[in-house]
């Protein structure tokens, strides 16, 4: 089982910058790929950013095109932490930020499917004024 809590959220203007944080628990942190998506009122949870597990060197990161750019996924394994940085934020990030975890089957790779991830955080809302 794993365990993931999201933080850093909060209101930020147009422009501004934002750190979100997802602690995880449960399993061997650096062993396992990660993800963040994002759902704003009304549509559909989307991808927004993938890292690898720590062991694959190649492929290690990946974005959504809307956010290429402008965001940094990262992890910290000594902080068994995930890390997404935002910046040049816009109205249209706006969202609930959720991370999360593919199944200890998973072969460490970025994943990009909502269906390849098995656990899920509580998500951190992201508001951006204009």
């Known amino acids: 089982q794993v365990q993931l809590v999201e933080s850093g959220g909060g209101l930020v203007q147009a422009g501004g910058s934002l750190r979100l944080s997802c602690a995880a628990s449960g399993r061997t942190f650096s062993s396992y790929a990660m993800g963040w998506f994002r759902q704003a009122p009304g549509k559909e949870r989307e991808f927004v950013a993938a890292i690898a597990a720590s062991r694959r060197s190649v492929g290690n990161t990946y974005y959504a095109d809307s956010v290429k750019g402008r965001f940094t996924v990262s992890r910290d394994n000594a902080k068994n932490t995930v890390y997404l940085h935002m910046n040049s934020l816009k109205p249209e990030d706006t969202a609930v930020y959720y991370c999360?975890?593919?199944?200890?089957?998973?072969?460490?790779?970025?994943?990009?499917?909502?269906?390849?991830?098995?656990?899920w955080g509580q998500g951190t809302q992201v508001t951006v004024s204009s």
């Open positions: 999360a975890a593919p199944s200890p089957t998973w072969d460490g790779r970025v994943a990009v499917r909502q269906y390849e991830y098995d656990y």
